[in-house]
């Protein structure tokens, strides 16, 4: 081997200089590493969570709510808000106005009203609607009498008007009695059947007719109590019945 040939081992050859620039651009390269491995670890920067939310918290607003399978057959308890449309049948519209009472004490009431010289002998009478109360009371031996109580003059003259027409005479046919020079009655029967009204005071107070049909019966209404009597003599003495219908049978106020 010649010297020339000789090649030192490589330990002992000499090193080639790093170029500096090099060395700027590795260190440069691993502080980027190192800081975003820092940063992933503590949660900075764009690895962070958004304030007031929690890590691997998912978005509920935007997701679909659960529901039963059979969620269409279910009646809905909600109530629509202002604005919202609904194929529900609209409610019944109530009447706005006052609807008709049955006073609570109805009978009490009719009681009331009928003279006291008869009030004890009343007993209560049967009755269908629009009556609201009646009953039966007694003068003496021979006159009888029912007062039925109604929530109105329309009613109450609706059974008049129908016991008139079921007669079948006119209206306003005239009295039915005649007061004689002493202030006694006598019922002018031959007349009969007669309808009228009638004054209490010089104020009307409503009407009246007399009929006999087996018994002399008078009926009438009274407009400023919405009752209405029937009164009938069980003896057939007409005279005892006006007599009895012009000074006791009221009813009174």
Partial sequence: MTAGDFEPPSYFRPQRSVSPLLLILIAAALIFVVGG???????????????????????????????????????????????????????????????PTIPPDA??????????????????????APVIAAVNCVSGAEIGVTYSSYLDSGTM???????VDKAQFDRDSGLCYDVNSDGTVTATIDKWPSEHAYTIGSNPAGRFFCIERGLP?????????????????????ANRLVSFWLNEAGPIP
């Fill in 107 to 128: 009978m009490g009431q009719l009681l009331f009203h009928i003279p006291e010289a008869i009030r004890t002998t009343c007993t209560p009478a049967t009755f269908t």
């Fill in 217 to 237: 019966t008078i009926t009438w209404t009274d407009d400023r109590l919405y009752i209405l009597g029937l009164a009938t003599a069980s003896t057939g003495d």
């Fill in 37 to 99: 491995v820092l940063a992933f670890a503590m949660g900075l920067g764009p690895f962070g969570t958004a304030p007031g939310s929690t890590p691997n918290s998912q978005p509920s607003a935007d997701l679909p709510s659960a529901s039963p399978a059979n969620a269409s057959a279910q009646p809905s308890t909600s109530q629509p808000t202002a604005g919202q449309s609904t194929d529900a049948t609209p409610p019944v519209q109530v009447p706005t106005g006052p609807l």
């Fill in 157 to 163: 003259y609706a059974e008049y008007n129908a016991s």
